[in-house]
């Protein structure tokens, strides 16, 4: 029986595998991909799979049995997926490839691995430092530091620590987050007098593996009288690159307590504070880019597919491009990005963004909303490092195939 999938990004990552010899334990499966772009990019994909195929670490081997595309097969949110990652050859890999199971099981900390540390998770990529994801600071749960594909920090430090050379200002904007800052008239964005907090109440996923790294939370949103407001589900997933360093962020709001108005305000939504020195204020190289070629403060409040904040950390040129998915609400986004520093999407500040309507929106009791992104850390600039090639692999997805051989 076949069943058709439409990926919601990309194929596999080059790792040391061992295959399954005994044909009574393969699974027998093949997987065939349509419609894919050649790209000289490192692309990732998650997609859905029958839950008949095994659950662990597996190859793609094309029909000549030469290929080998490292693939990873896991459980979460009662579905069974599987995570690959393109090697970037620069030519389609649309064709056929058998699917088998891998004997070996690889050393879990050599791919993407989570360590408790406290009530935070500690998060390596290849036994090298990536970020924390932290819940026990501050109003919000954030992840500080985040390193770059150059093993150096791309976030701000503070108010987490205070580095000589940064910039001390607006201590709620704490390295990478998500909030708004008018949730039924709750100020989520800041930590001043009465703000609300966004307090996490579970883990559900909390997954390593060899290709893909997944963490999955719920949270309540709480005001200052300790009231909910609302809840989410966020979706964490990052994926074992080579070149660069990529992540996607899932989040779905729930209106759990009632209706939930979102404001318009600027003061939100999916955010981070890039690295000081990256900041085109500071004159050293620091740049803004949106998908229509809008530069530095005229990318401020327009809505695009895609923005880069690109500038120097340690003498190498490195950047952040933030995607936003088609499926996610109000796409394509209006931008609250700063040459100060800050890098925010947000899709309901549109009077402060000079919009001339109302961005405010009203999701009905029980009902909930859906946003998308994808966080590509990279060397170079925006062109250079194809970020409209990324926005691409990340927005239209092939067809697959997965059949019983």
Partial sequence: ????????????????????????KAEGWRLTIRGSKASSLEVPLIARVPASIDAGSHALISPEGKEFLAAQVFNDGGQRWIGLVTPGSGTSIDGSYELKPVT?????????????????????IGREPFSVYRVDEGAKPFLFPLIGPTRAPVTRSFPMKKVPGEDFDHPHQRSFWFTHGKVNGVDFWSEQERHGRIKETSRPTV???PVVGRLRTADDWIDADGRKVCSDERVLTIYRTTRSRIL???????ATEGPVTFGDTKEGMFGLRVASSMDVNKKQG???TNAEGLTDDRAWGKASPWVDYTG???????GIA???????????????VRTYGLFAANPFGWKDFGMGRSGEYTLPAGESLRFAYRVYLHEGDTDSADVAGAFKGYAEAPDIEISSR
């Fill in 104 to 124: 070996s099981t690889p050393d879990e900390r050599e791919g993407i691995f989570f360590a408790p540390a406290g009530p935070n998770l500690s998060i390596t």
């Fill in 248 to 254: 996607d962020f899932d989040i779905e709001l729930k």
């Fill in 207 to 209: 997954l390593p593996g």
């Fill in 286 to 288: 620091g740049r803004i």
């Fill in 1 to 24: 029986m076949i069943t058709r999938i439409h990926f919601v990004a990309l194929l596999a990552v080059i790792y040391g595998l061992v295959l399954e010899d005994d044909p009574a």
């Fill in 322 to 336: 933030i995607l936003n998915h088609p499926r996610s609400f109000r796409f394509p986004t209006t931008w609250h």
């Fill in 312 to 318: 120097p950390v340690e003498n190498k040129t490195v």
